[in-house]
């Protein structure tokens, strides 16, 4: 019997079931790395327009003459507003996403400062919790607040089929209680420099070193997490960031999401 070039069509529990080319590709992604990296420039090289979500102190002070992105500032936000971030509607993103079909982005910024208004929430919560002595009680509240923000919005710009970018700053450097080696990680809290890359496409590591600015995409014995689906990960650990912000020329992240889309979704080489 002659085979049928006719598409096969199924589904799974009412699910219908996609081929790997068929899936919508999105970048799903979290940047992180020390203060003054140029952590919000290179988020800023995402596709436009841009919703960018702003707890960070003057953290788009560096965007003031680029166009399409739009900002909602939280940064003086009352700690209740993060209890929003875990409704249905994420503090009206999952509206303004359904309103405006064009935008292609959103950017939270940063998942550090958003931390640090749940646990200012926490402590006005919790019994036994003080600022000073959030206490278990205090921290725990603060990583369920946290988390219930970031799978909603991980949640609602999939819905939406947009890409998402959380931002983070780097935490102190700690000892490894089993070897005593030295750890950097994300400034997050808890356990969510796990928790987070298990849900991410992306993680990336931005550093300035002074002649040049470093993207990392594999974890070394130093500095975890890092991940990558779009750049091989099977040679060199980094590559040079080669972008001038202030005639803002260069690649970014946009243009290497294109390459990868042109590639059929197949890793890239590093820039």
């Not at 799903?28 to 988020?43: E, F, I, N, Q, Y």
């Not at 982005?105 to 646990?119: A, N, P, Q």
């Not at 995409?217 to 990558?228: E, F, L, N, T, Y």
Request: charged share 25%.
């Amino acid at each position: 019997m002659p085979k049928s070039n006719k598409p096969v069509t199924m589904s799974l529990g009412g699910v219908e079931l996609k081929t790997p080319k068929s899936q919508s590709r999105r970048m799903s992604m979290v940047l992180w790395g020390p203060s003054g990296s140029g952590k919000t420039t290179l988020a800023a090289t995402c596709l436009r327009p841009t919703l960018w979500v702003n707890f960070d102190v003057d953290g788009t002070s560096s965007l003031m003459d680029q166009d399409d992105i739009y900002i909602a500032d939280f940064e003086t936000m009352t700690p209740p507003t993060v209890e929003k971030f875990k409704a249905n509607s994420c503090a009206g993103i999952r509206d303004a996403l359904e309103e405006n079909p064009e935008i292609k982005t959103v950017v939270f910024d940063s998942i550090t400062s958003f931390r640090d208004k749940c646990l200012l929430h926490s402590v006005s919560k919790g019994m036994k919790s003080t600022i000073e002595q959030p206490g278990l009680q205090g921290y725990g509240m603060r990583n369920t607040f946290m988390y219930q923000a970031f799978v909603k919005v991980l949640e609602v710009t999939k819905a939406a089929g947009v890409h998402c970018i959380f931002i983070a700053h780097e935490a102190a450097p700690m000892k490894d209680e089993i070897t005593g080696q030295l750890l950097v990680s994300m400034l997050v809290g808890g356990n969510m420099n796990t928790e987070i890359p298990t849900k991410l496409s992306e993680v990336w590591y931005l550093e300035d070193t002074g002649k040049d600015r470093r993207i990392t995409i594999r974890s070394s014995r130093i500095r975890k997490p890092m991940k990558s689906r779009m750049f091989t990960t099977s040679g060199e650990d980094h590559f040079i960031w080669n972008f001038d912000p202030e005639q803002w020329e260069g690649d970014g992240i946009g243009e290497w999401y294109q390459q990868w889309v042109d590639n059929d979704g197949k890793k890239l080489e590093l820039p």
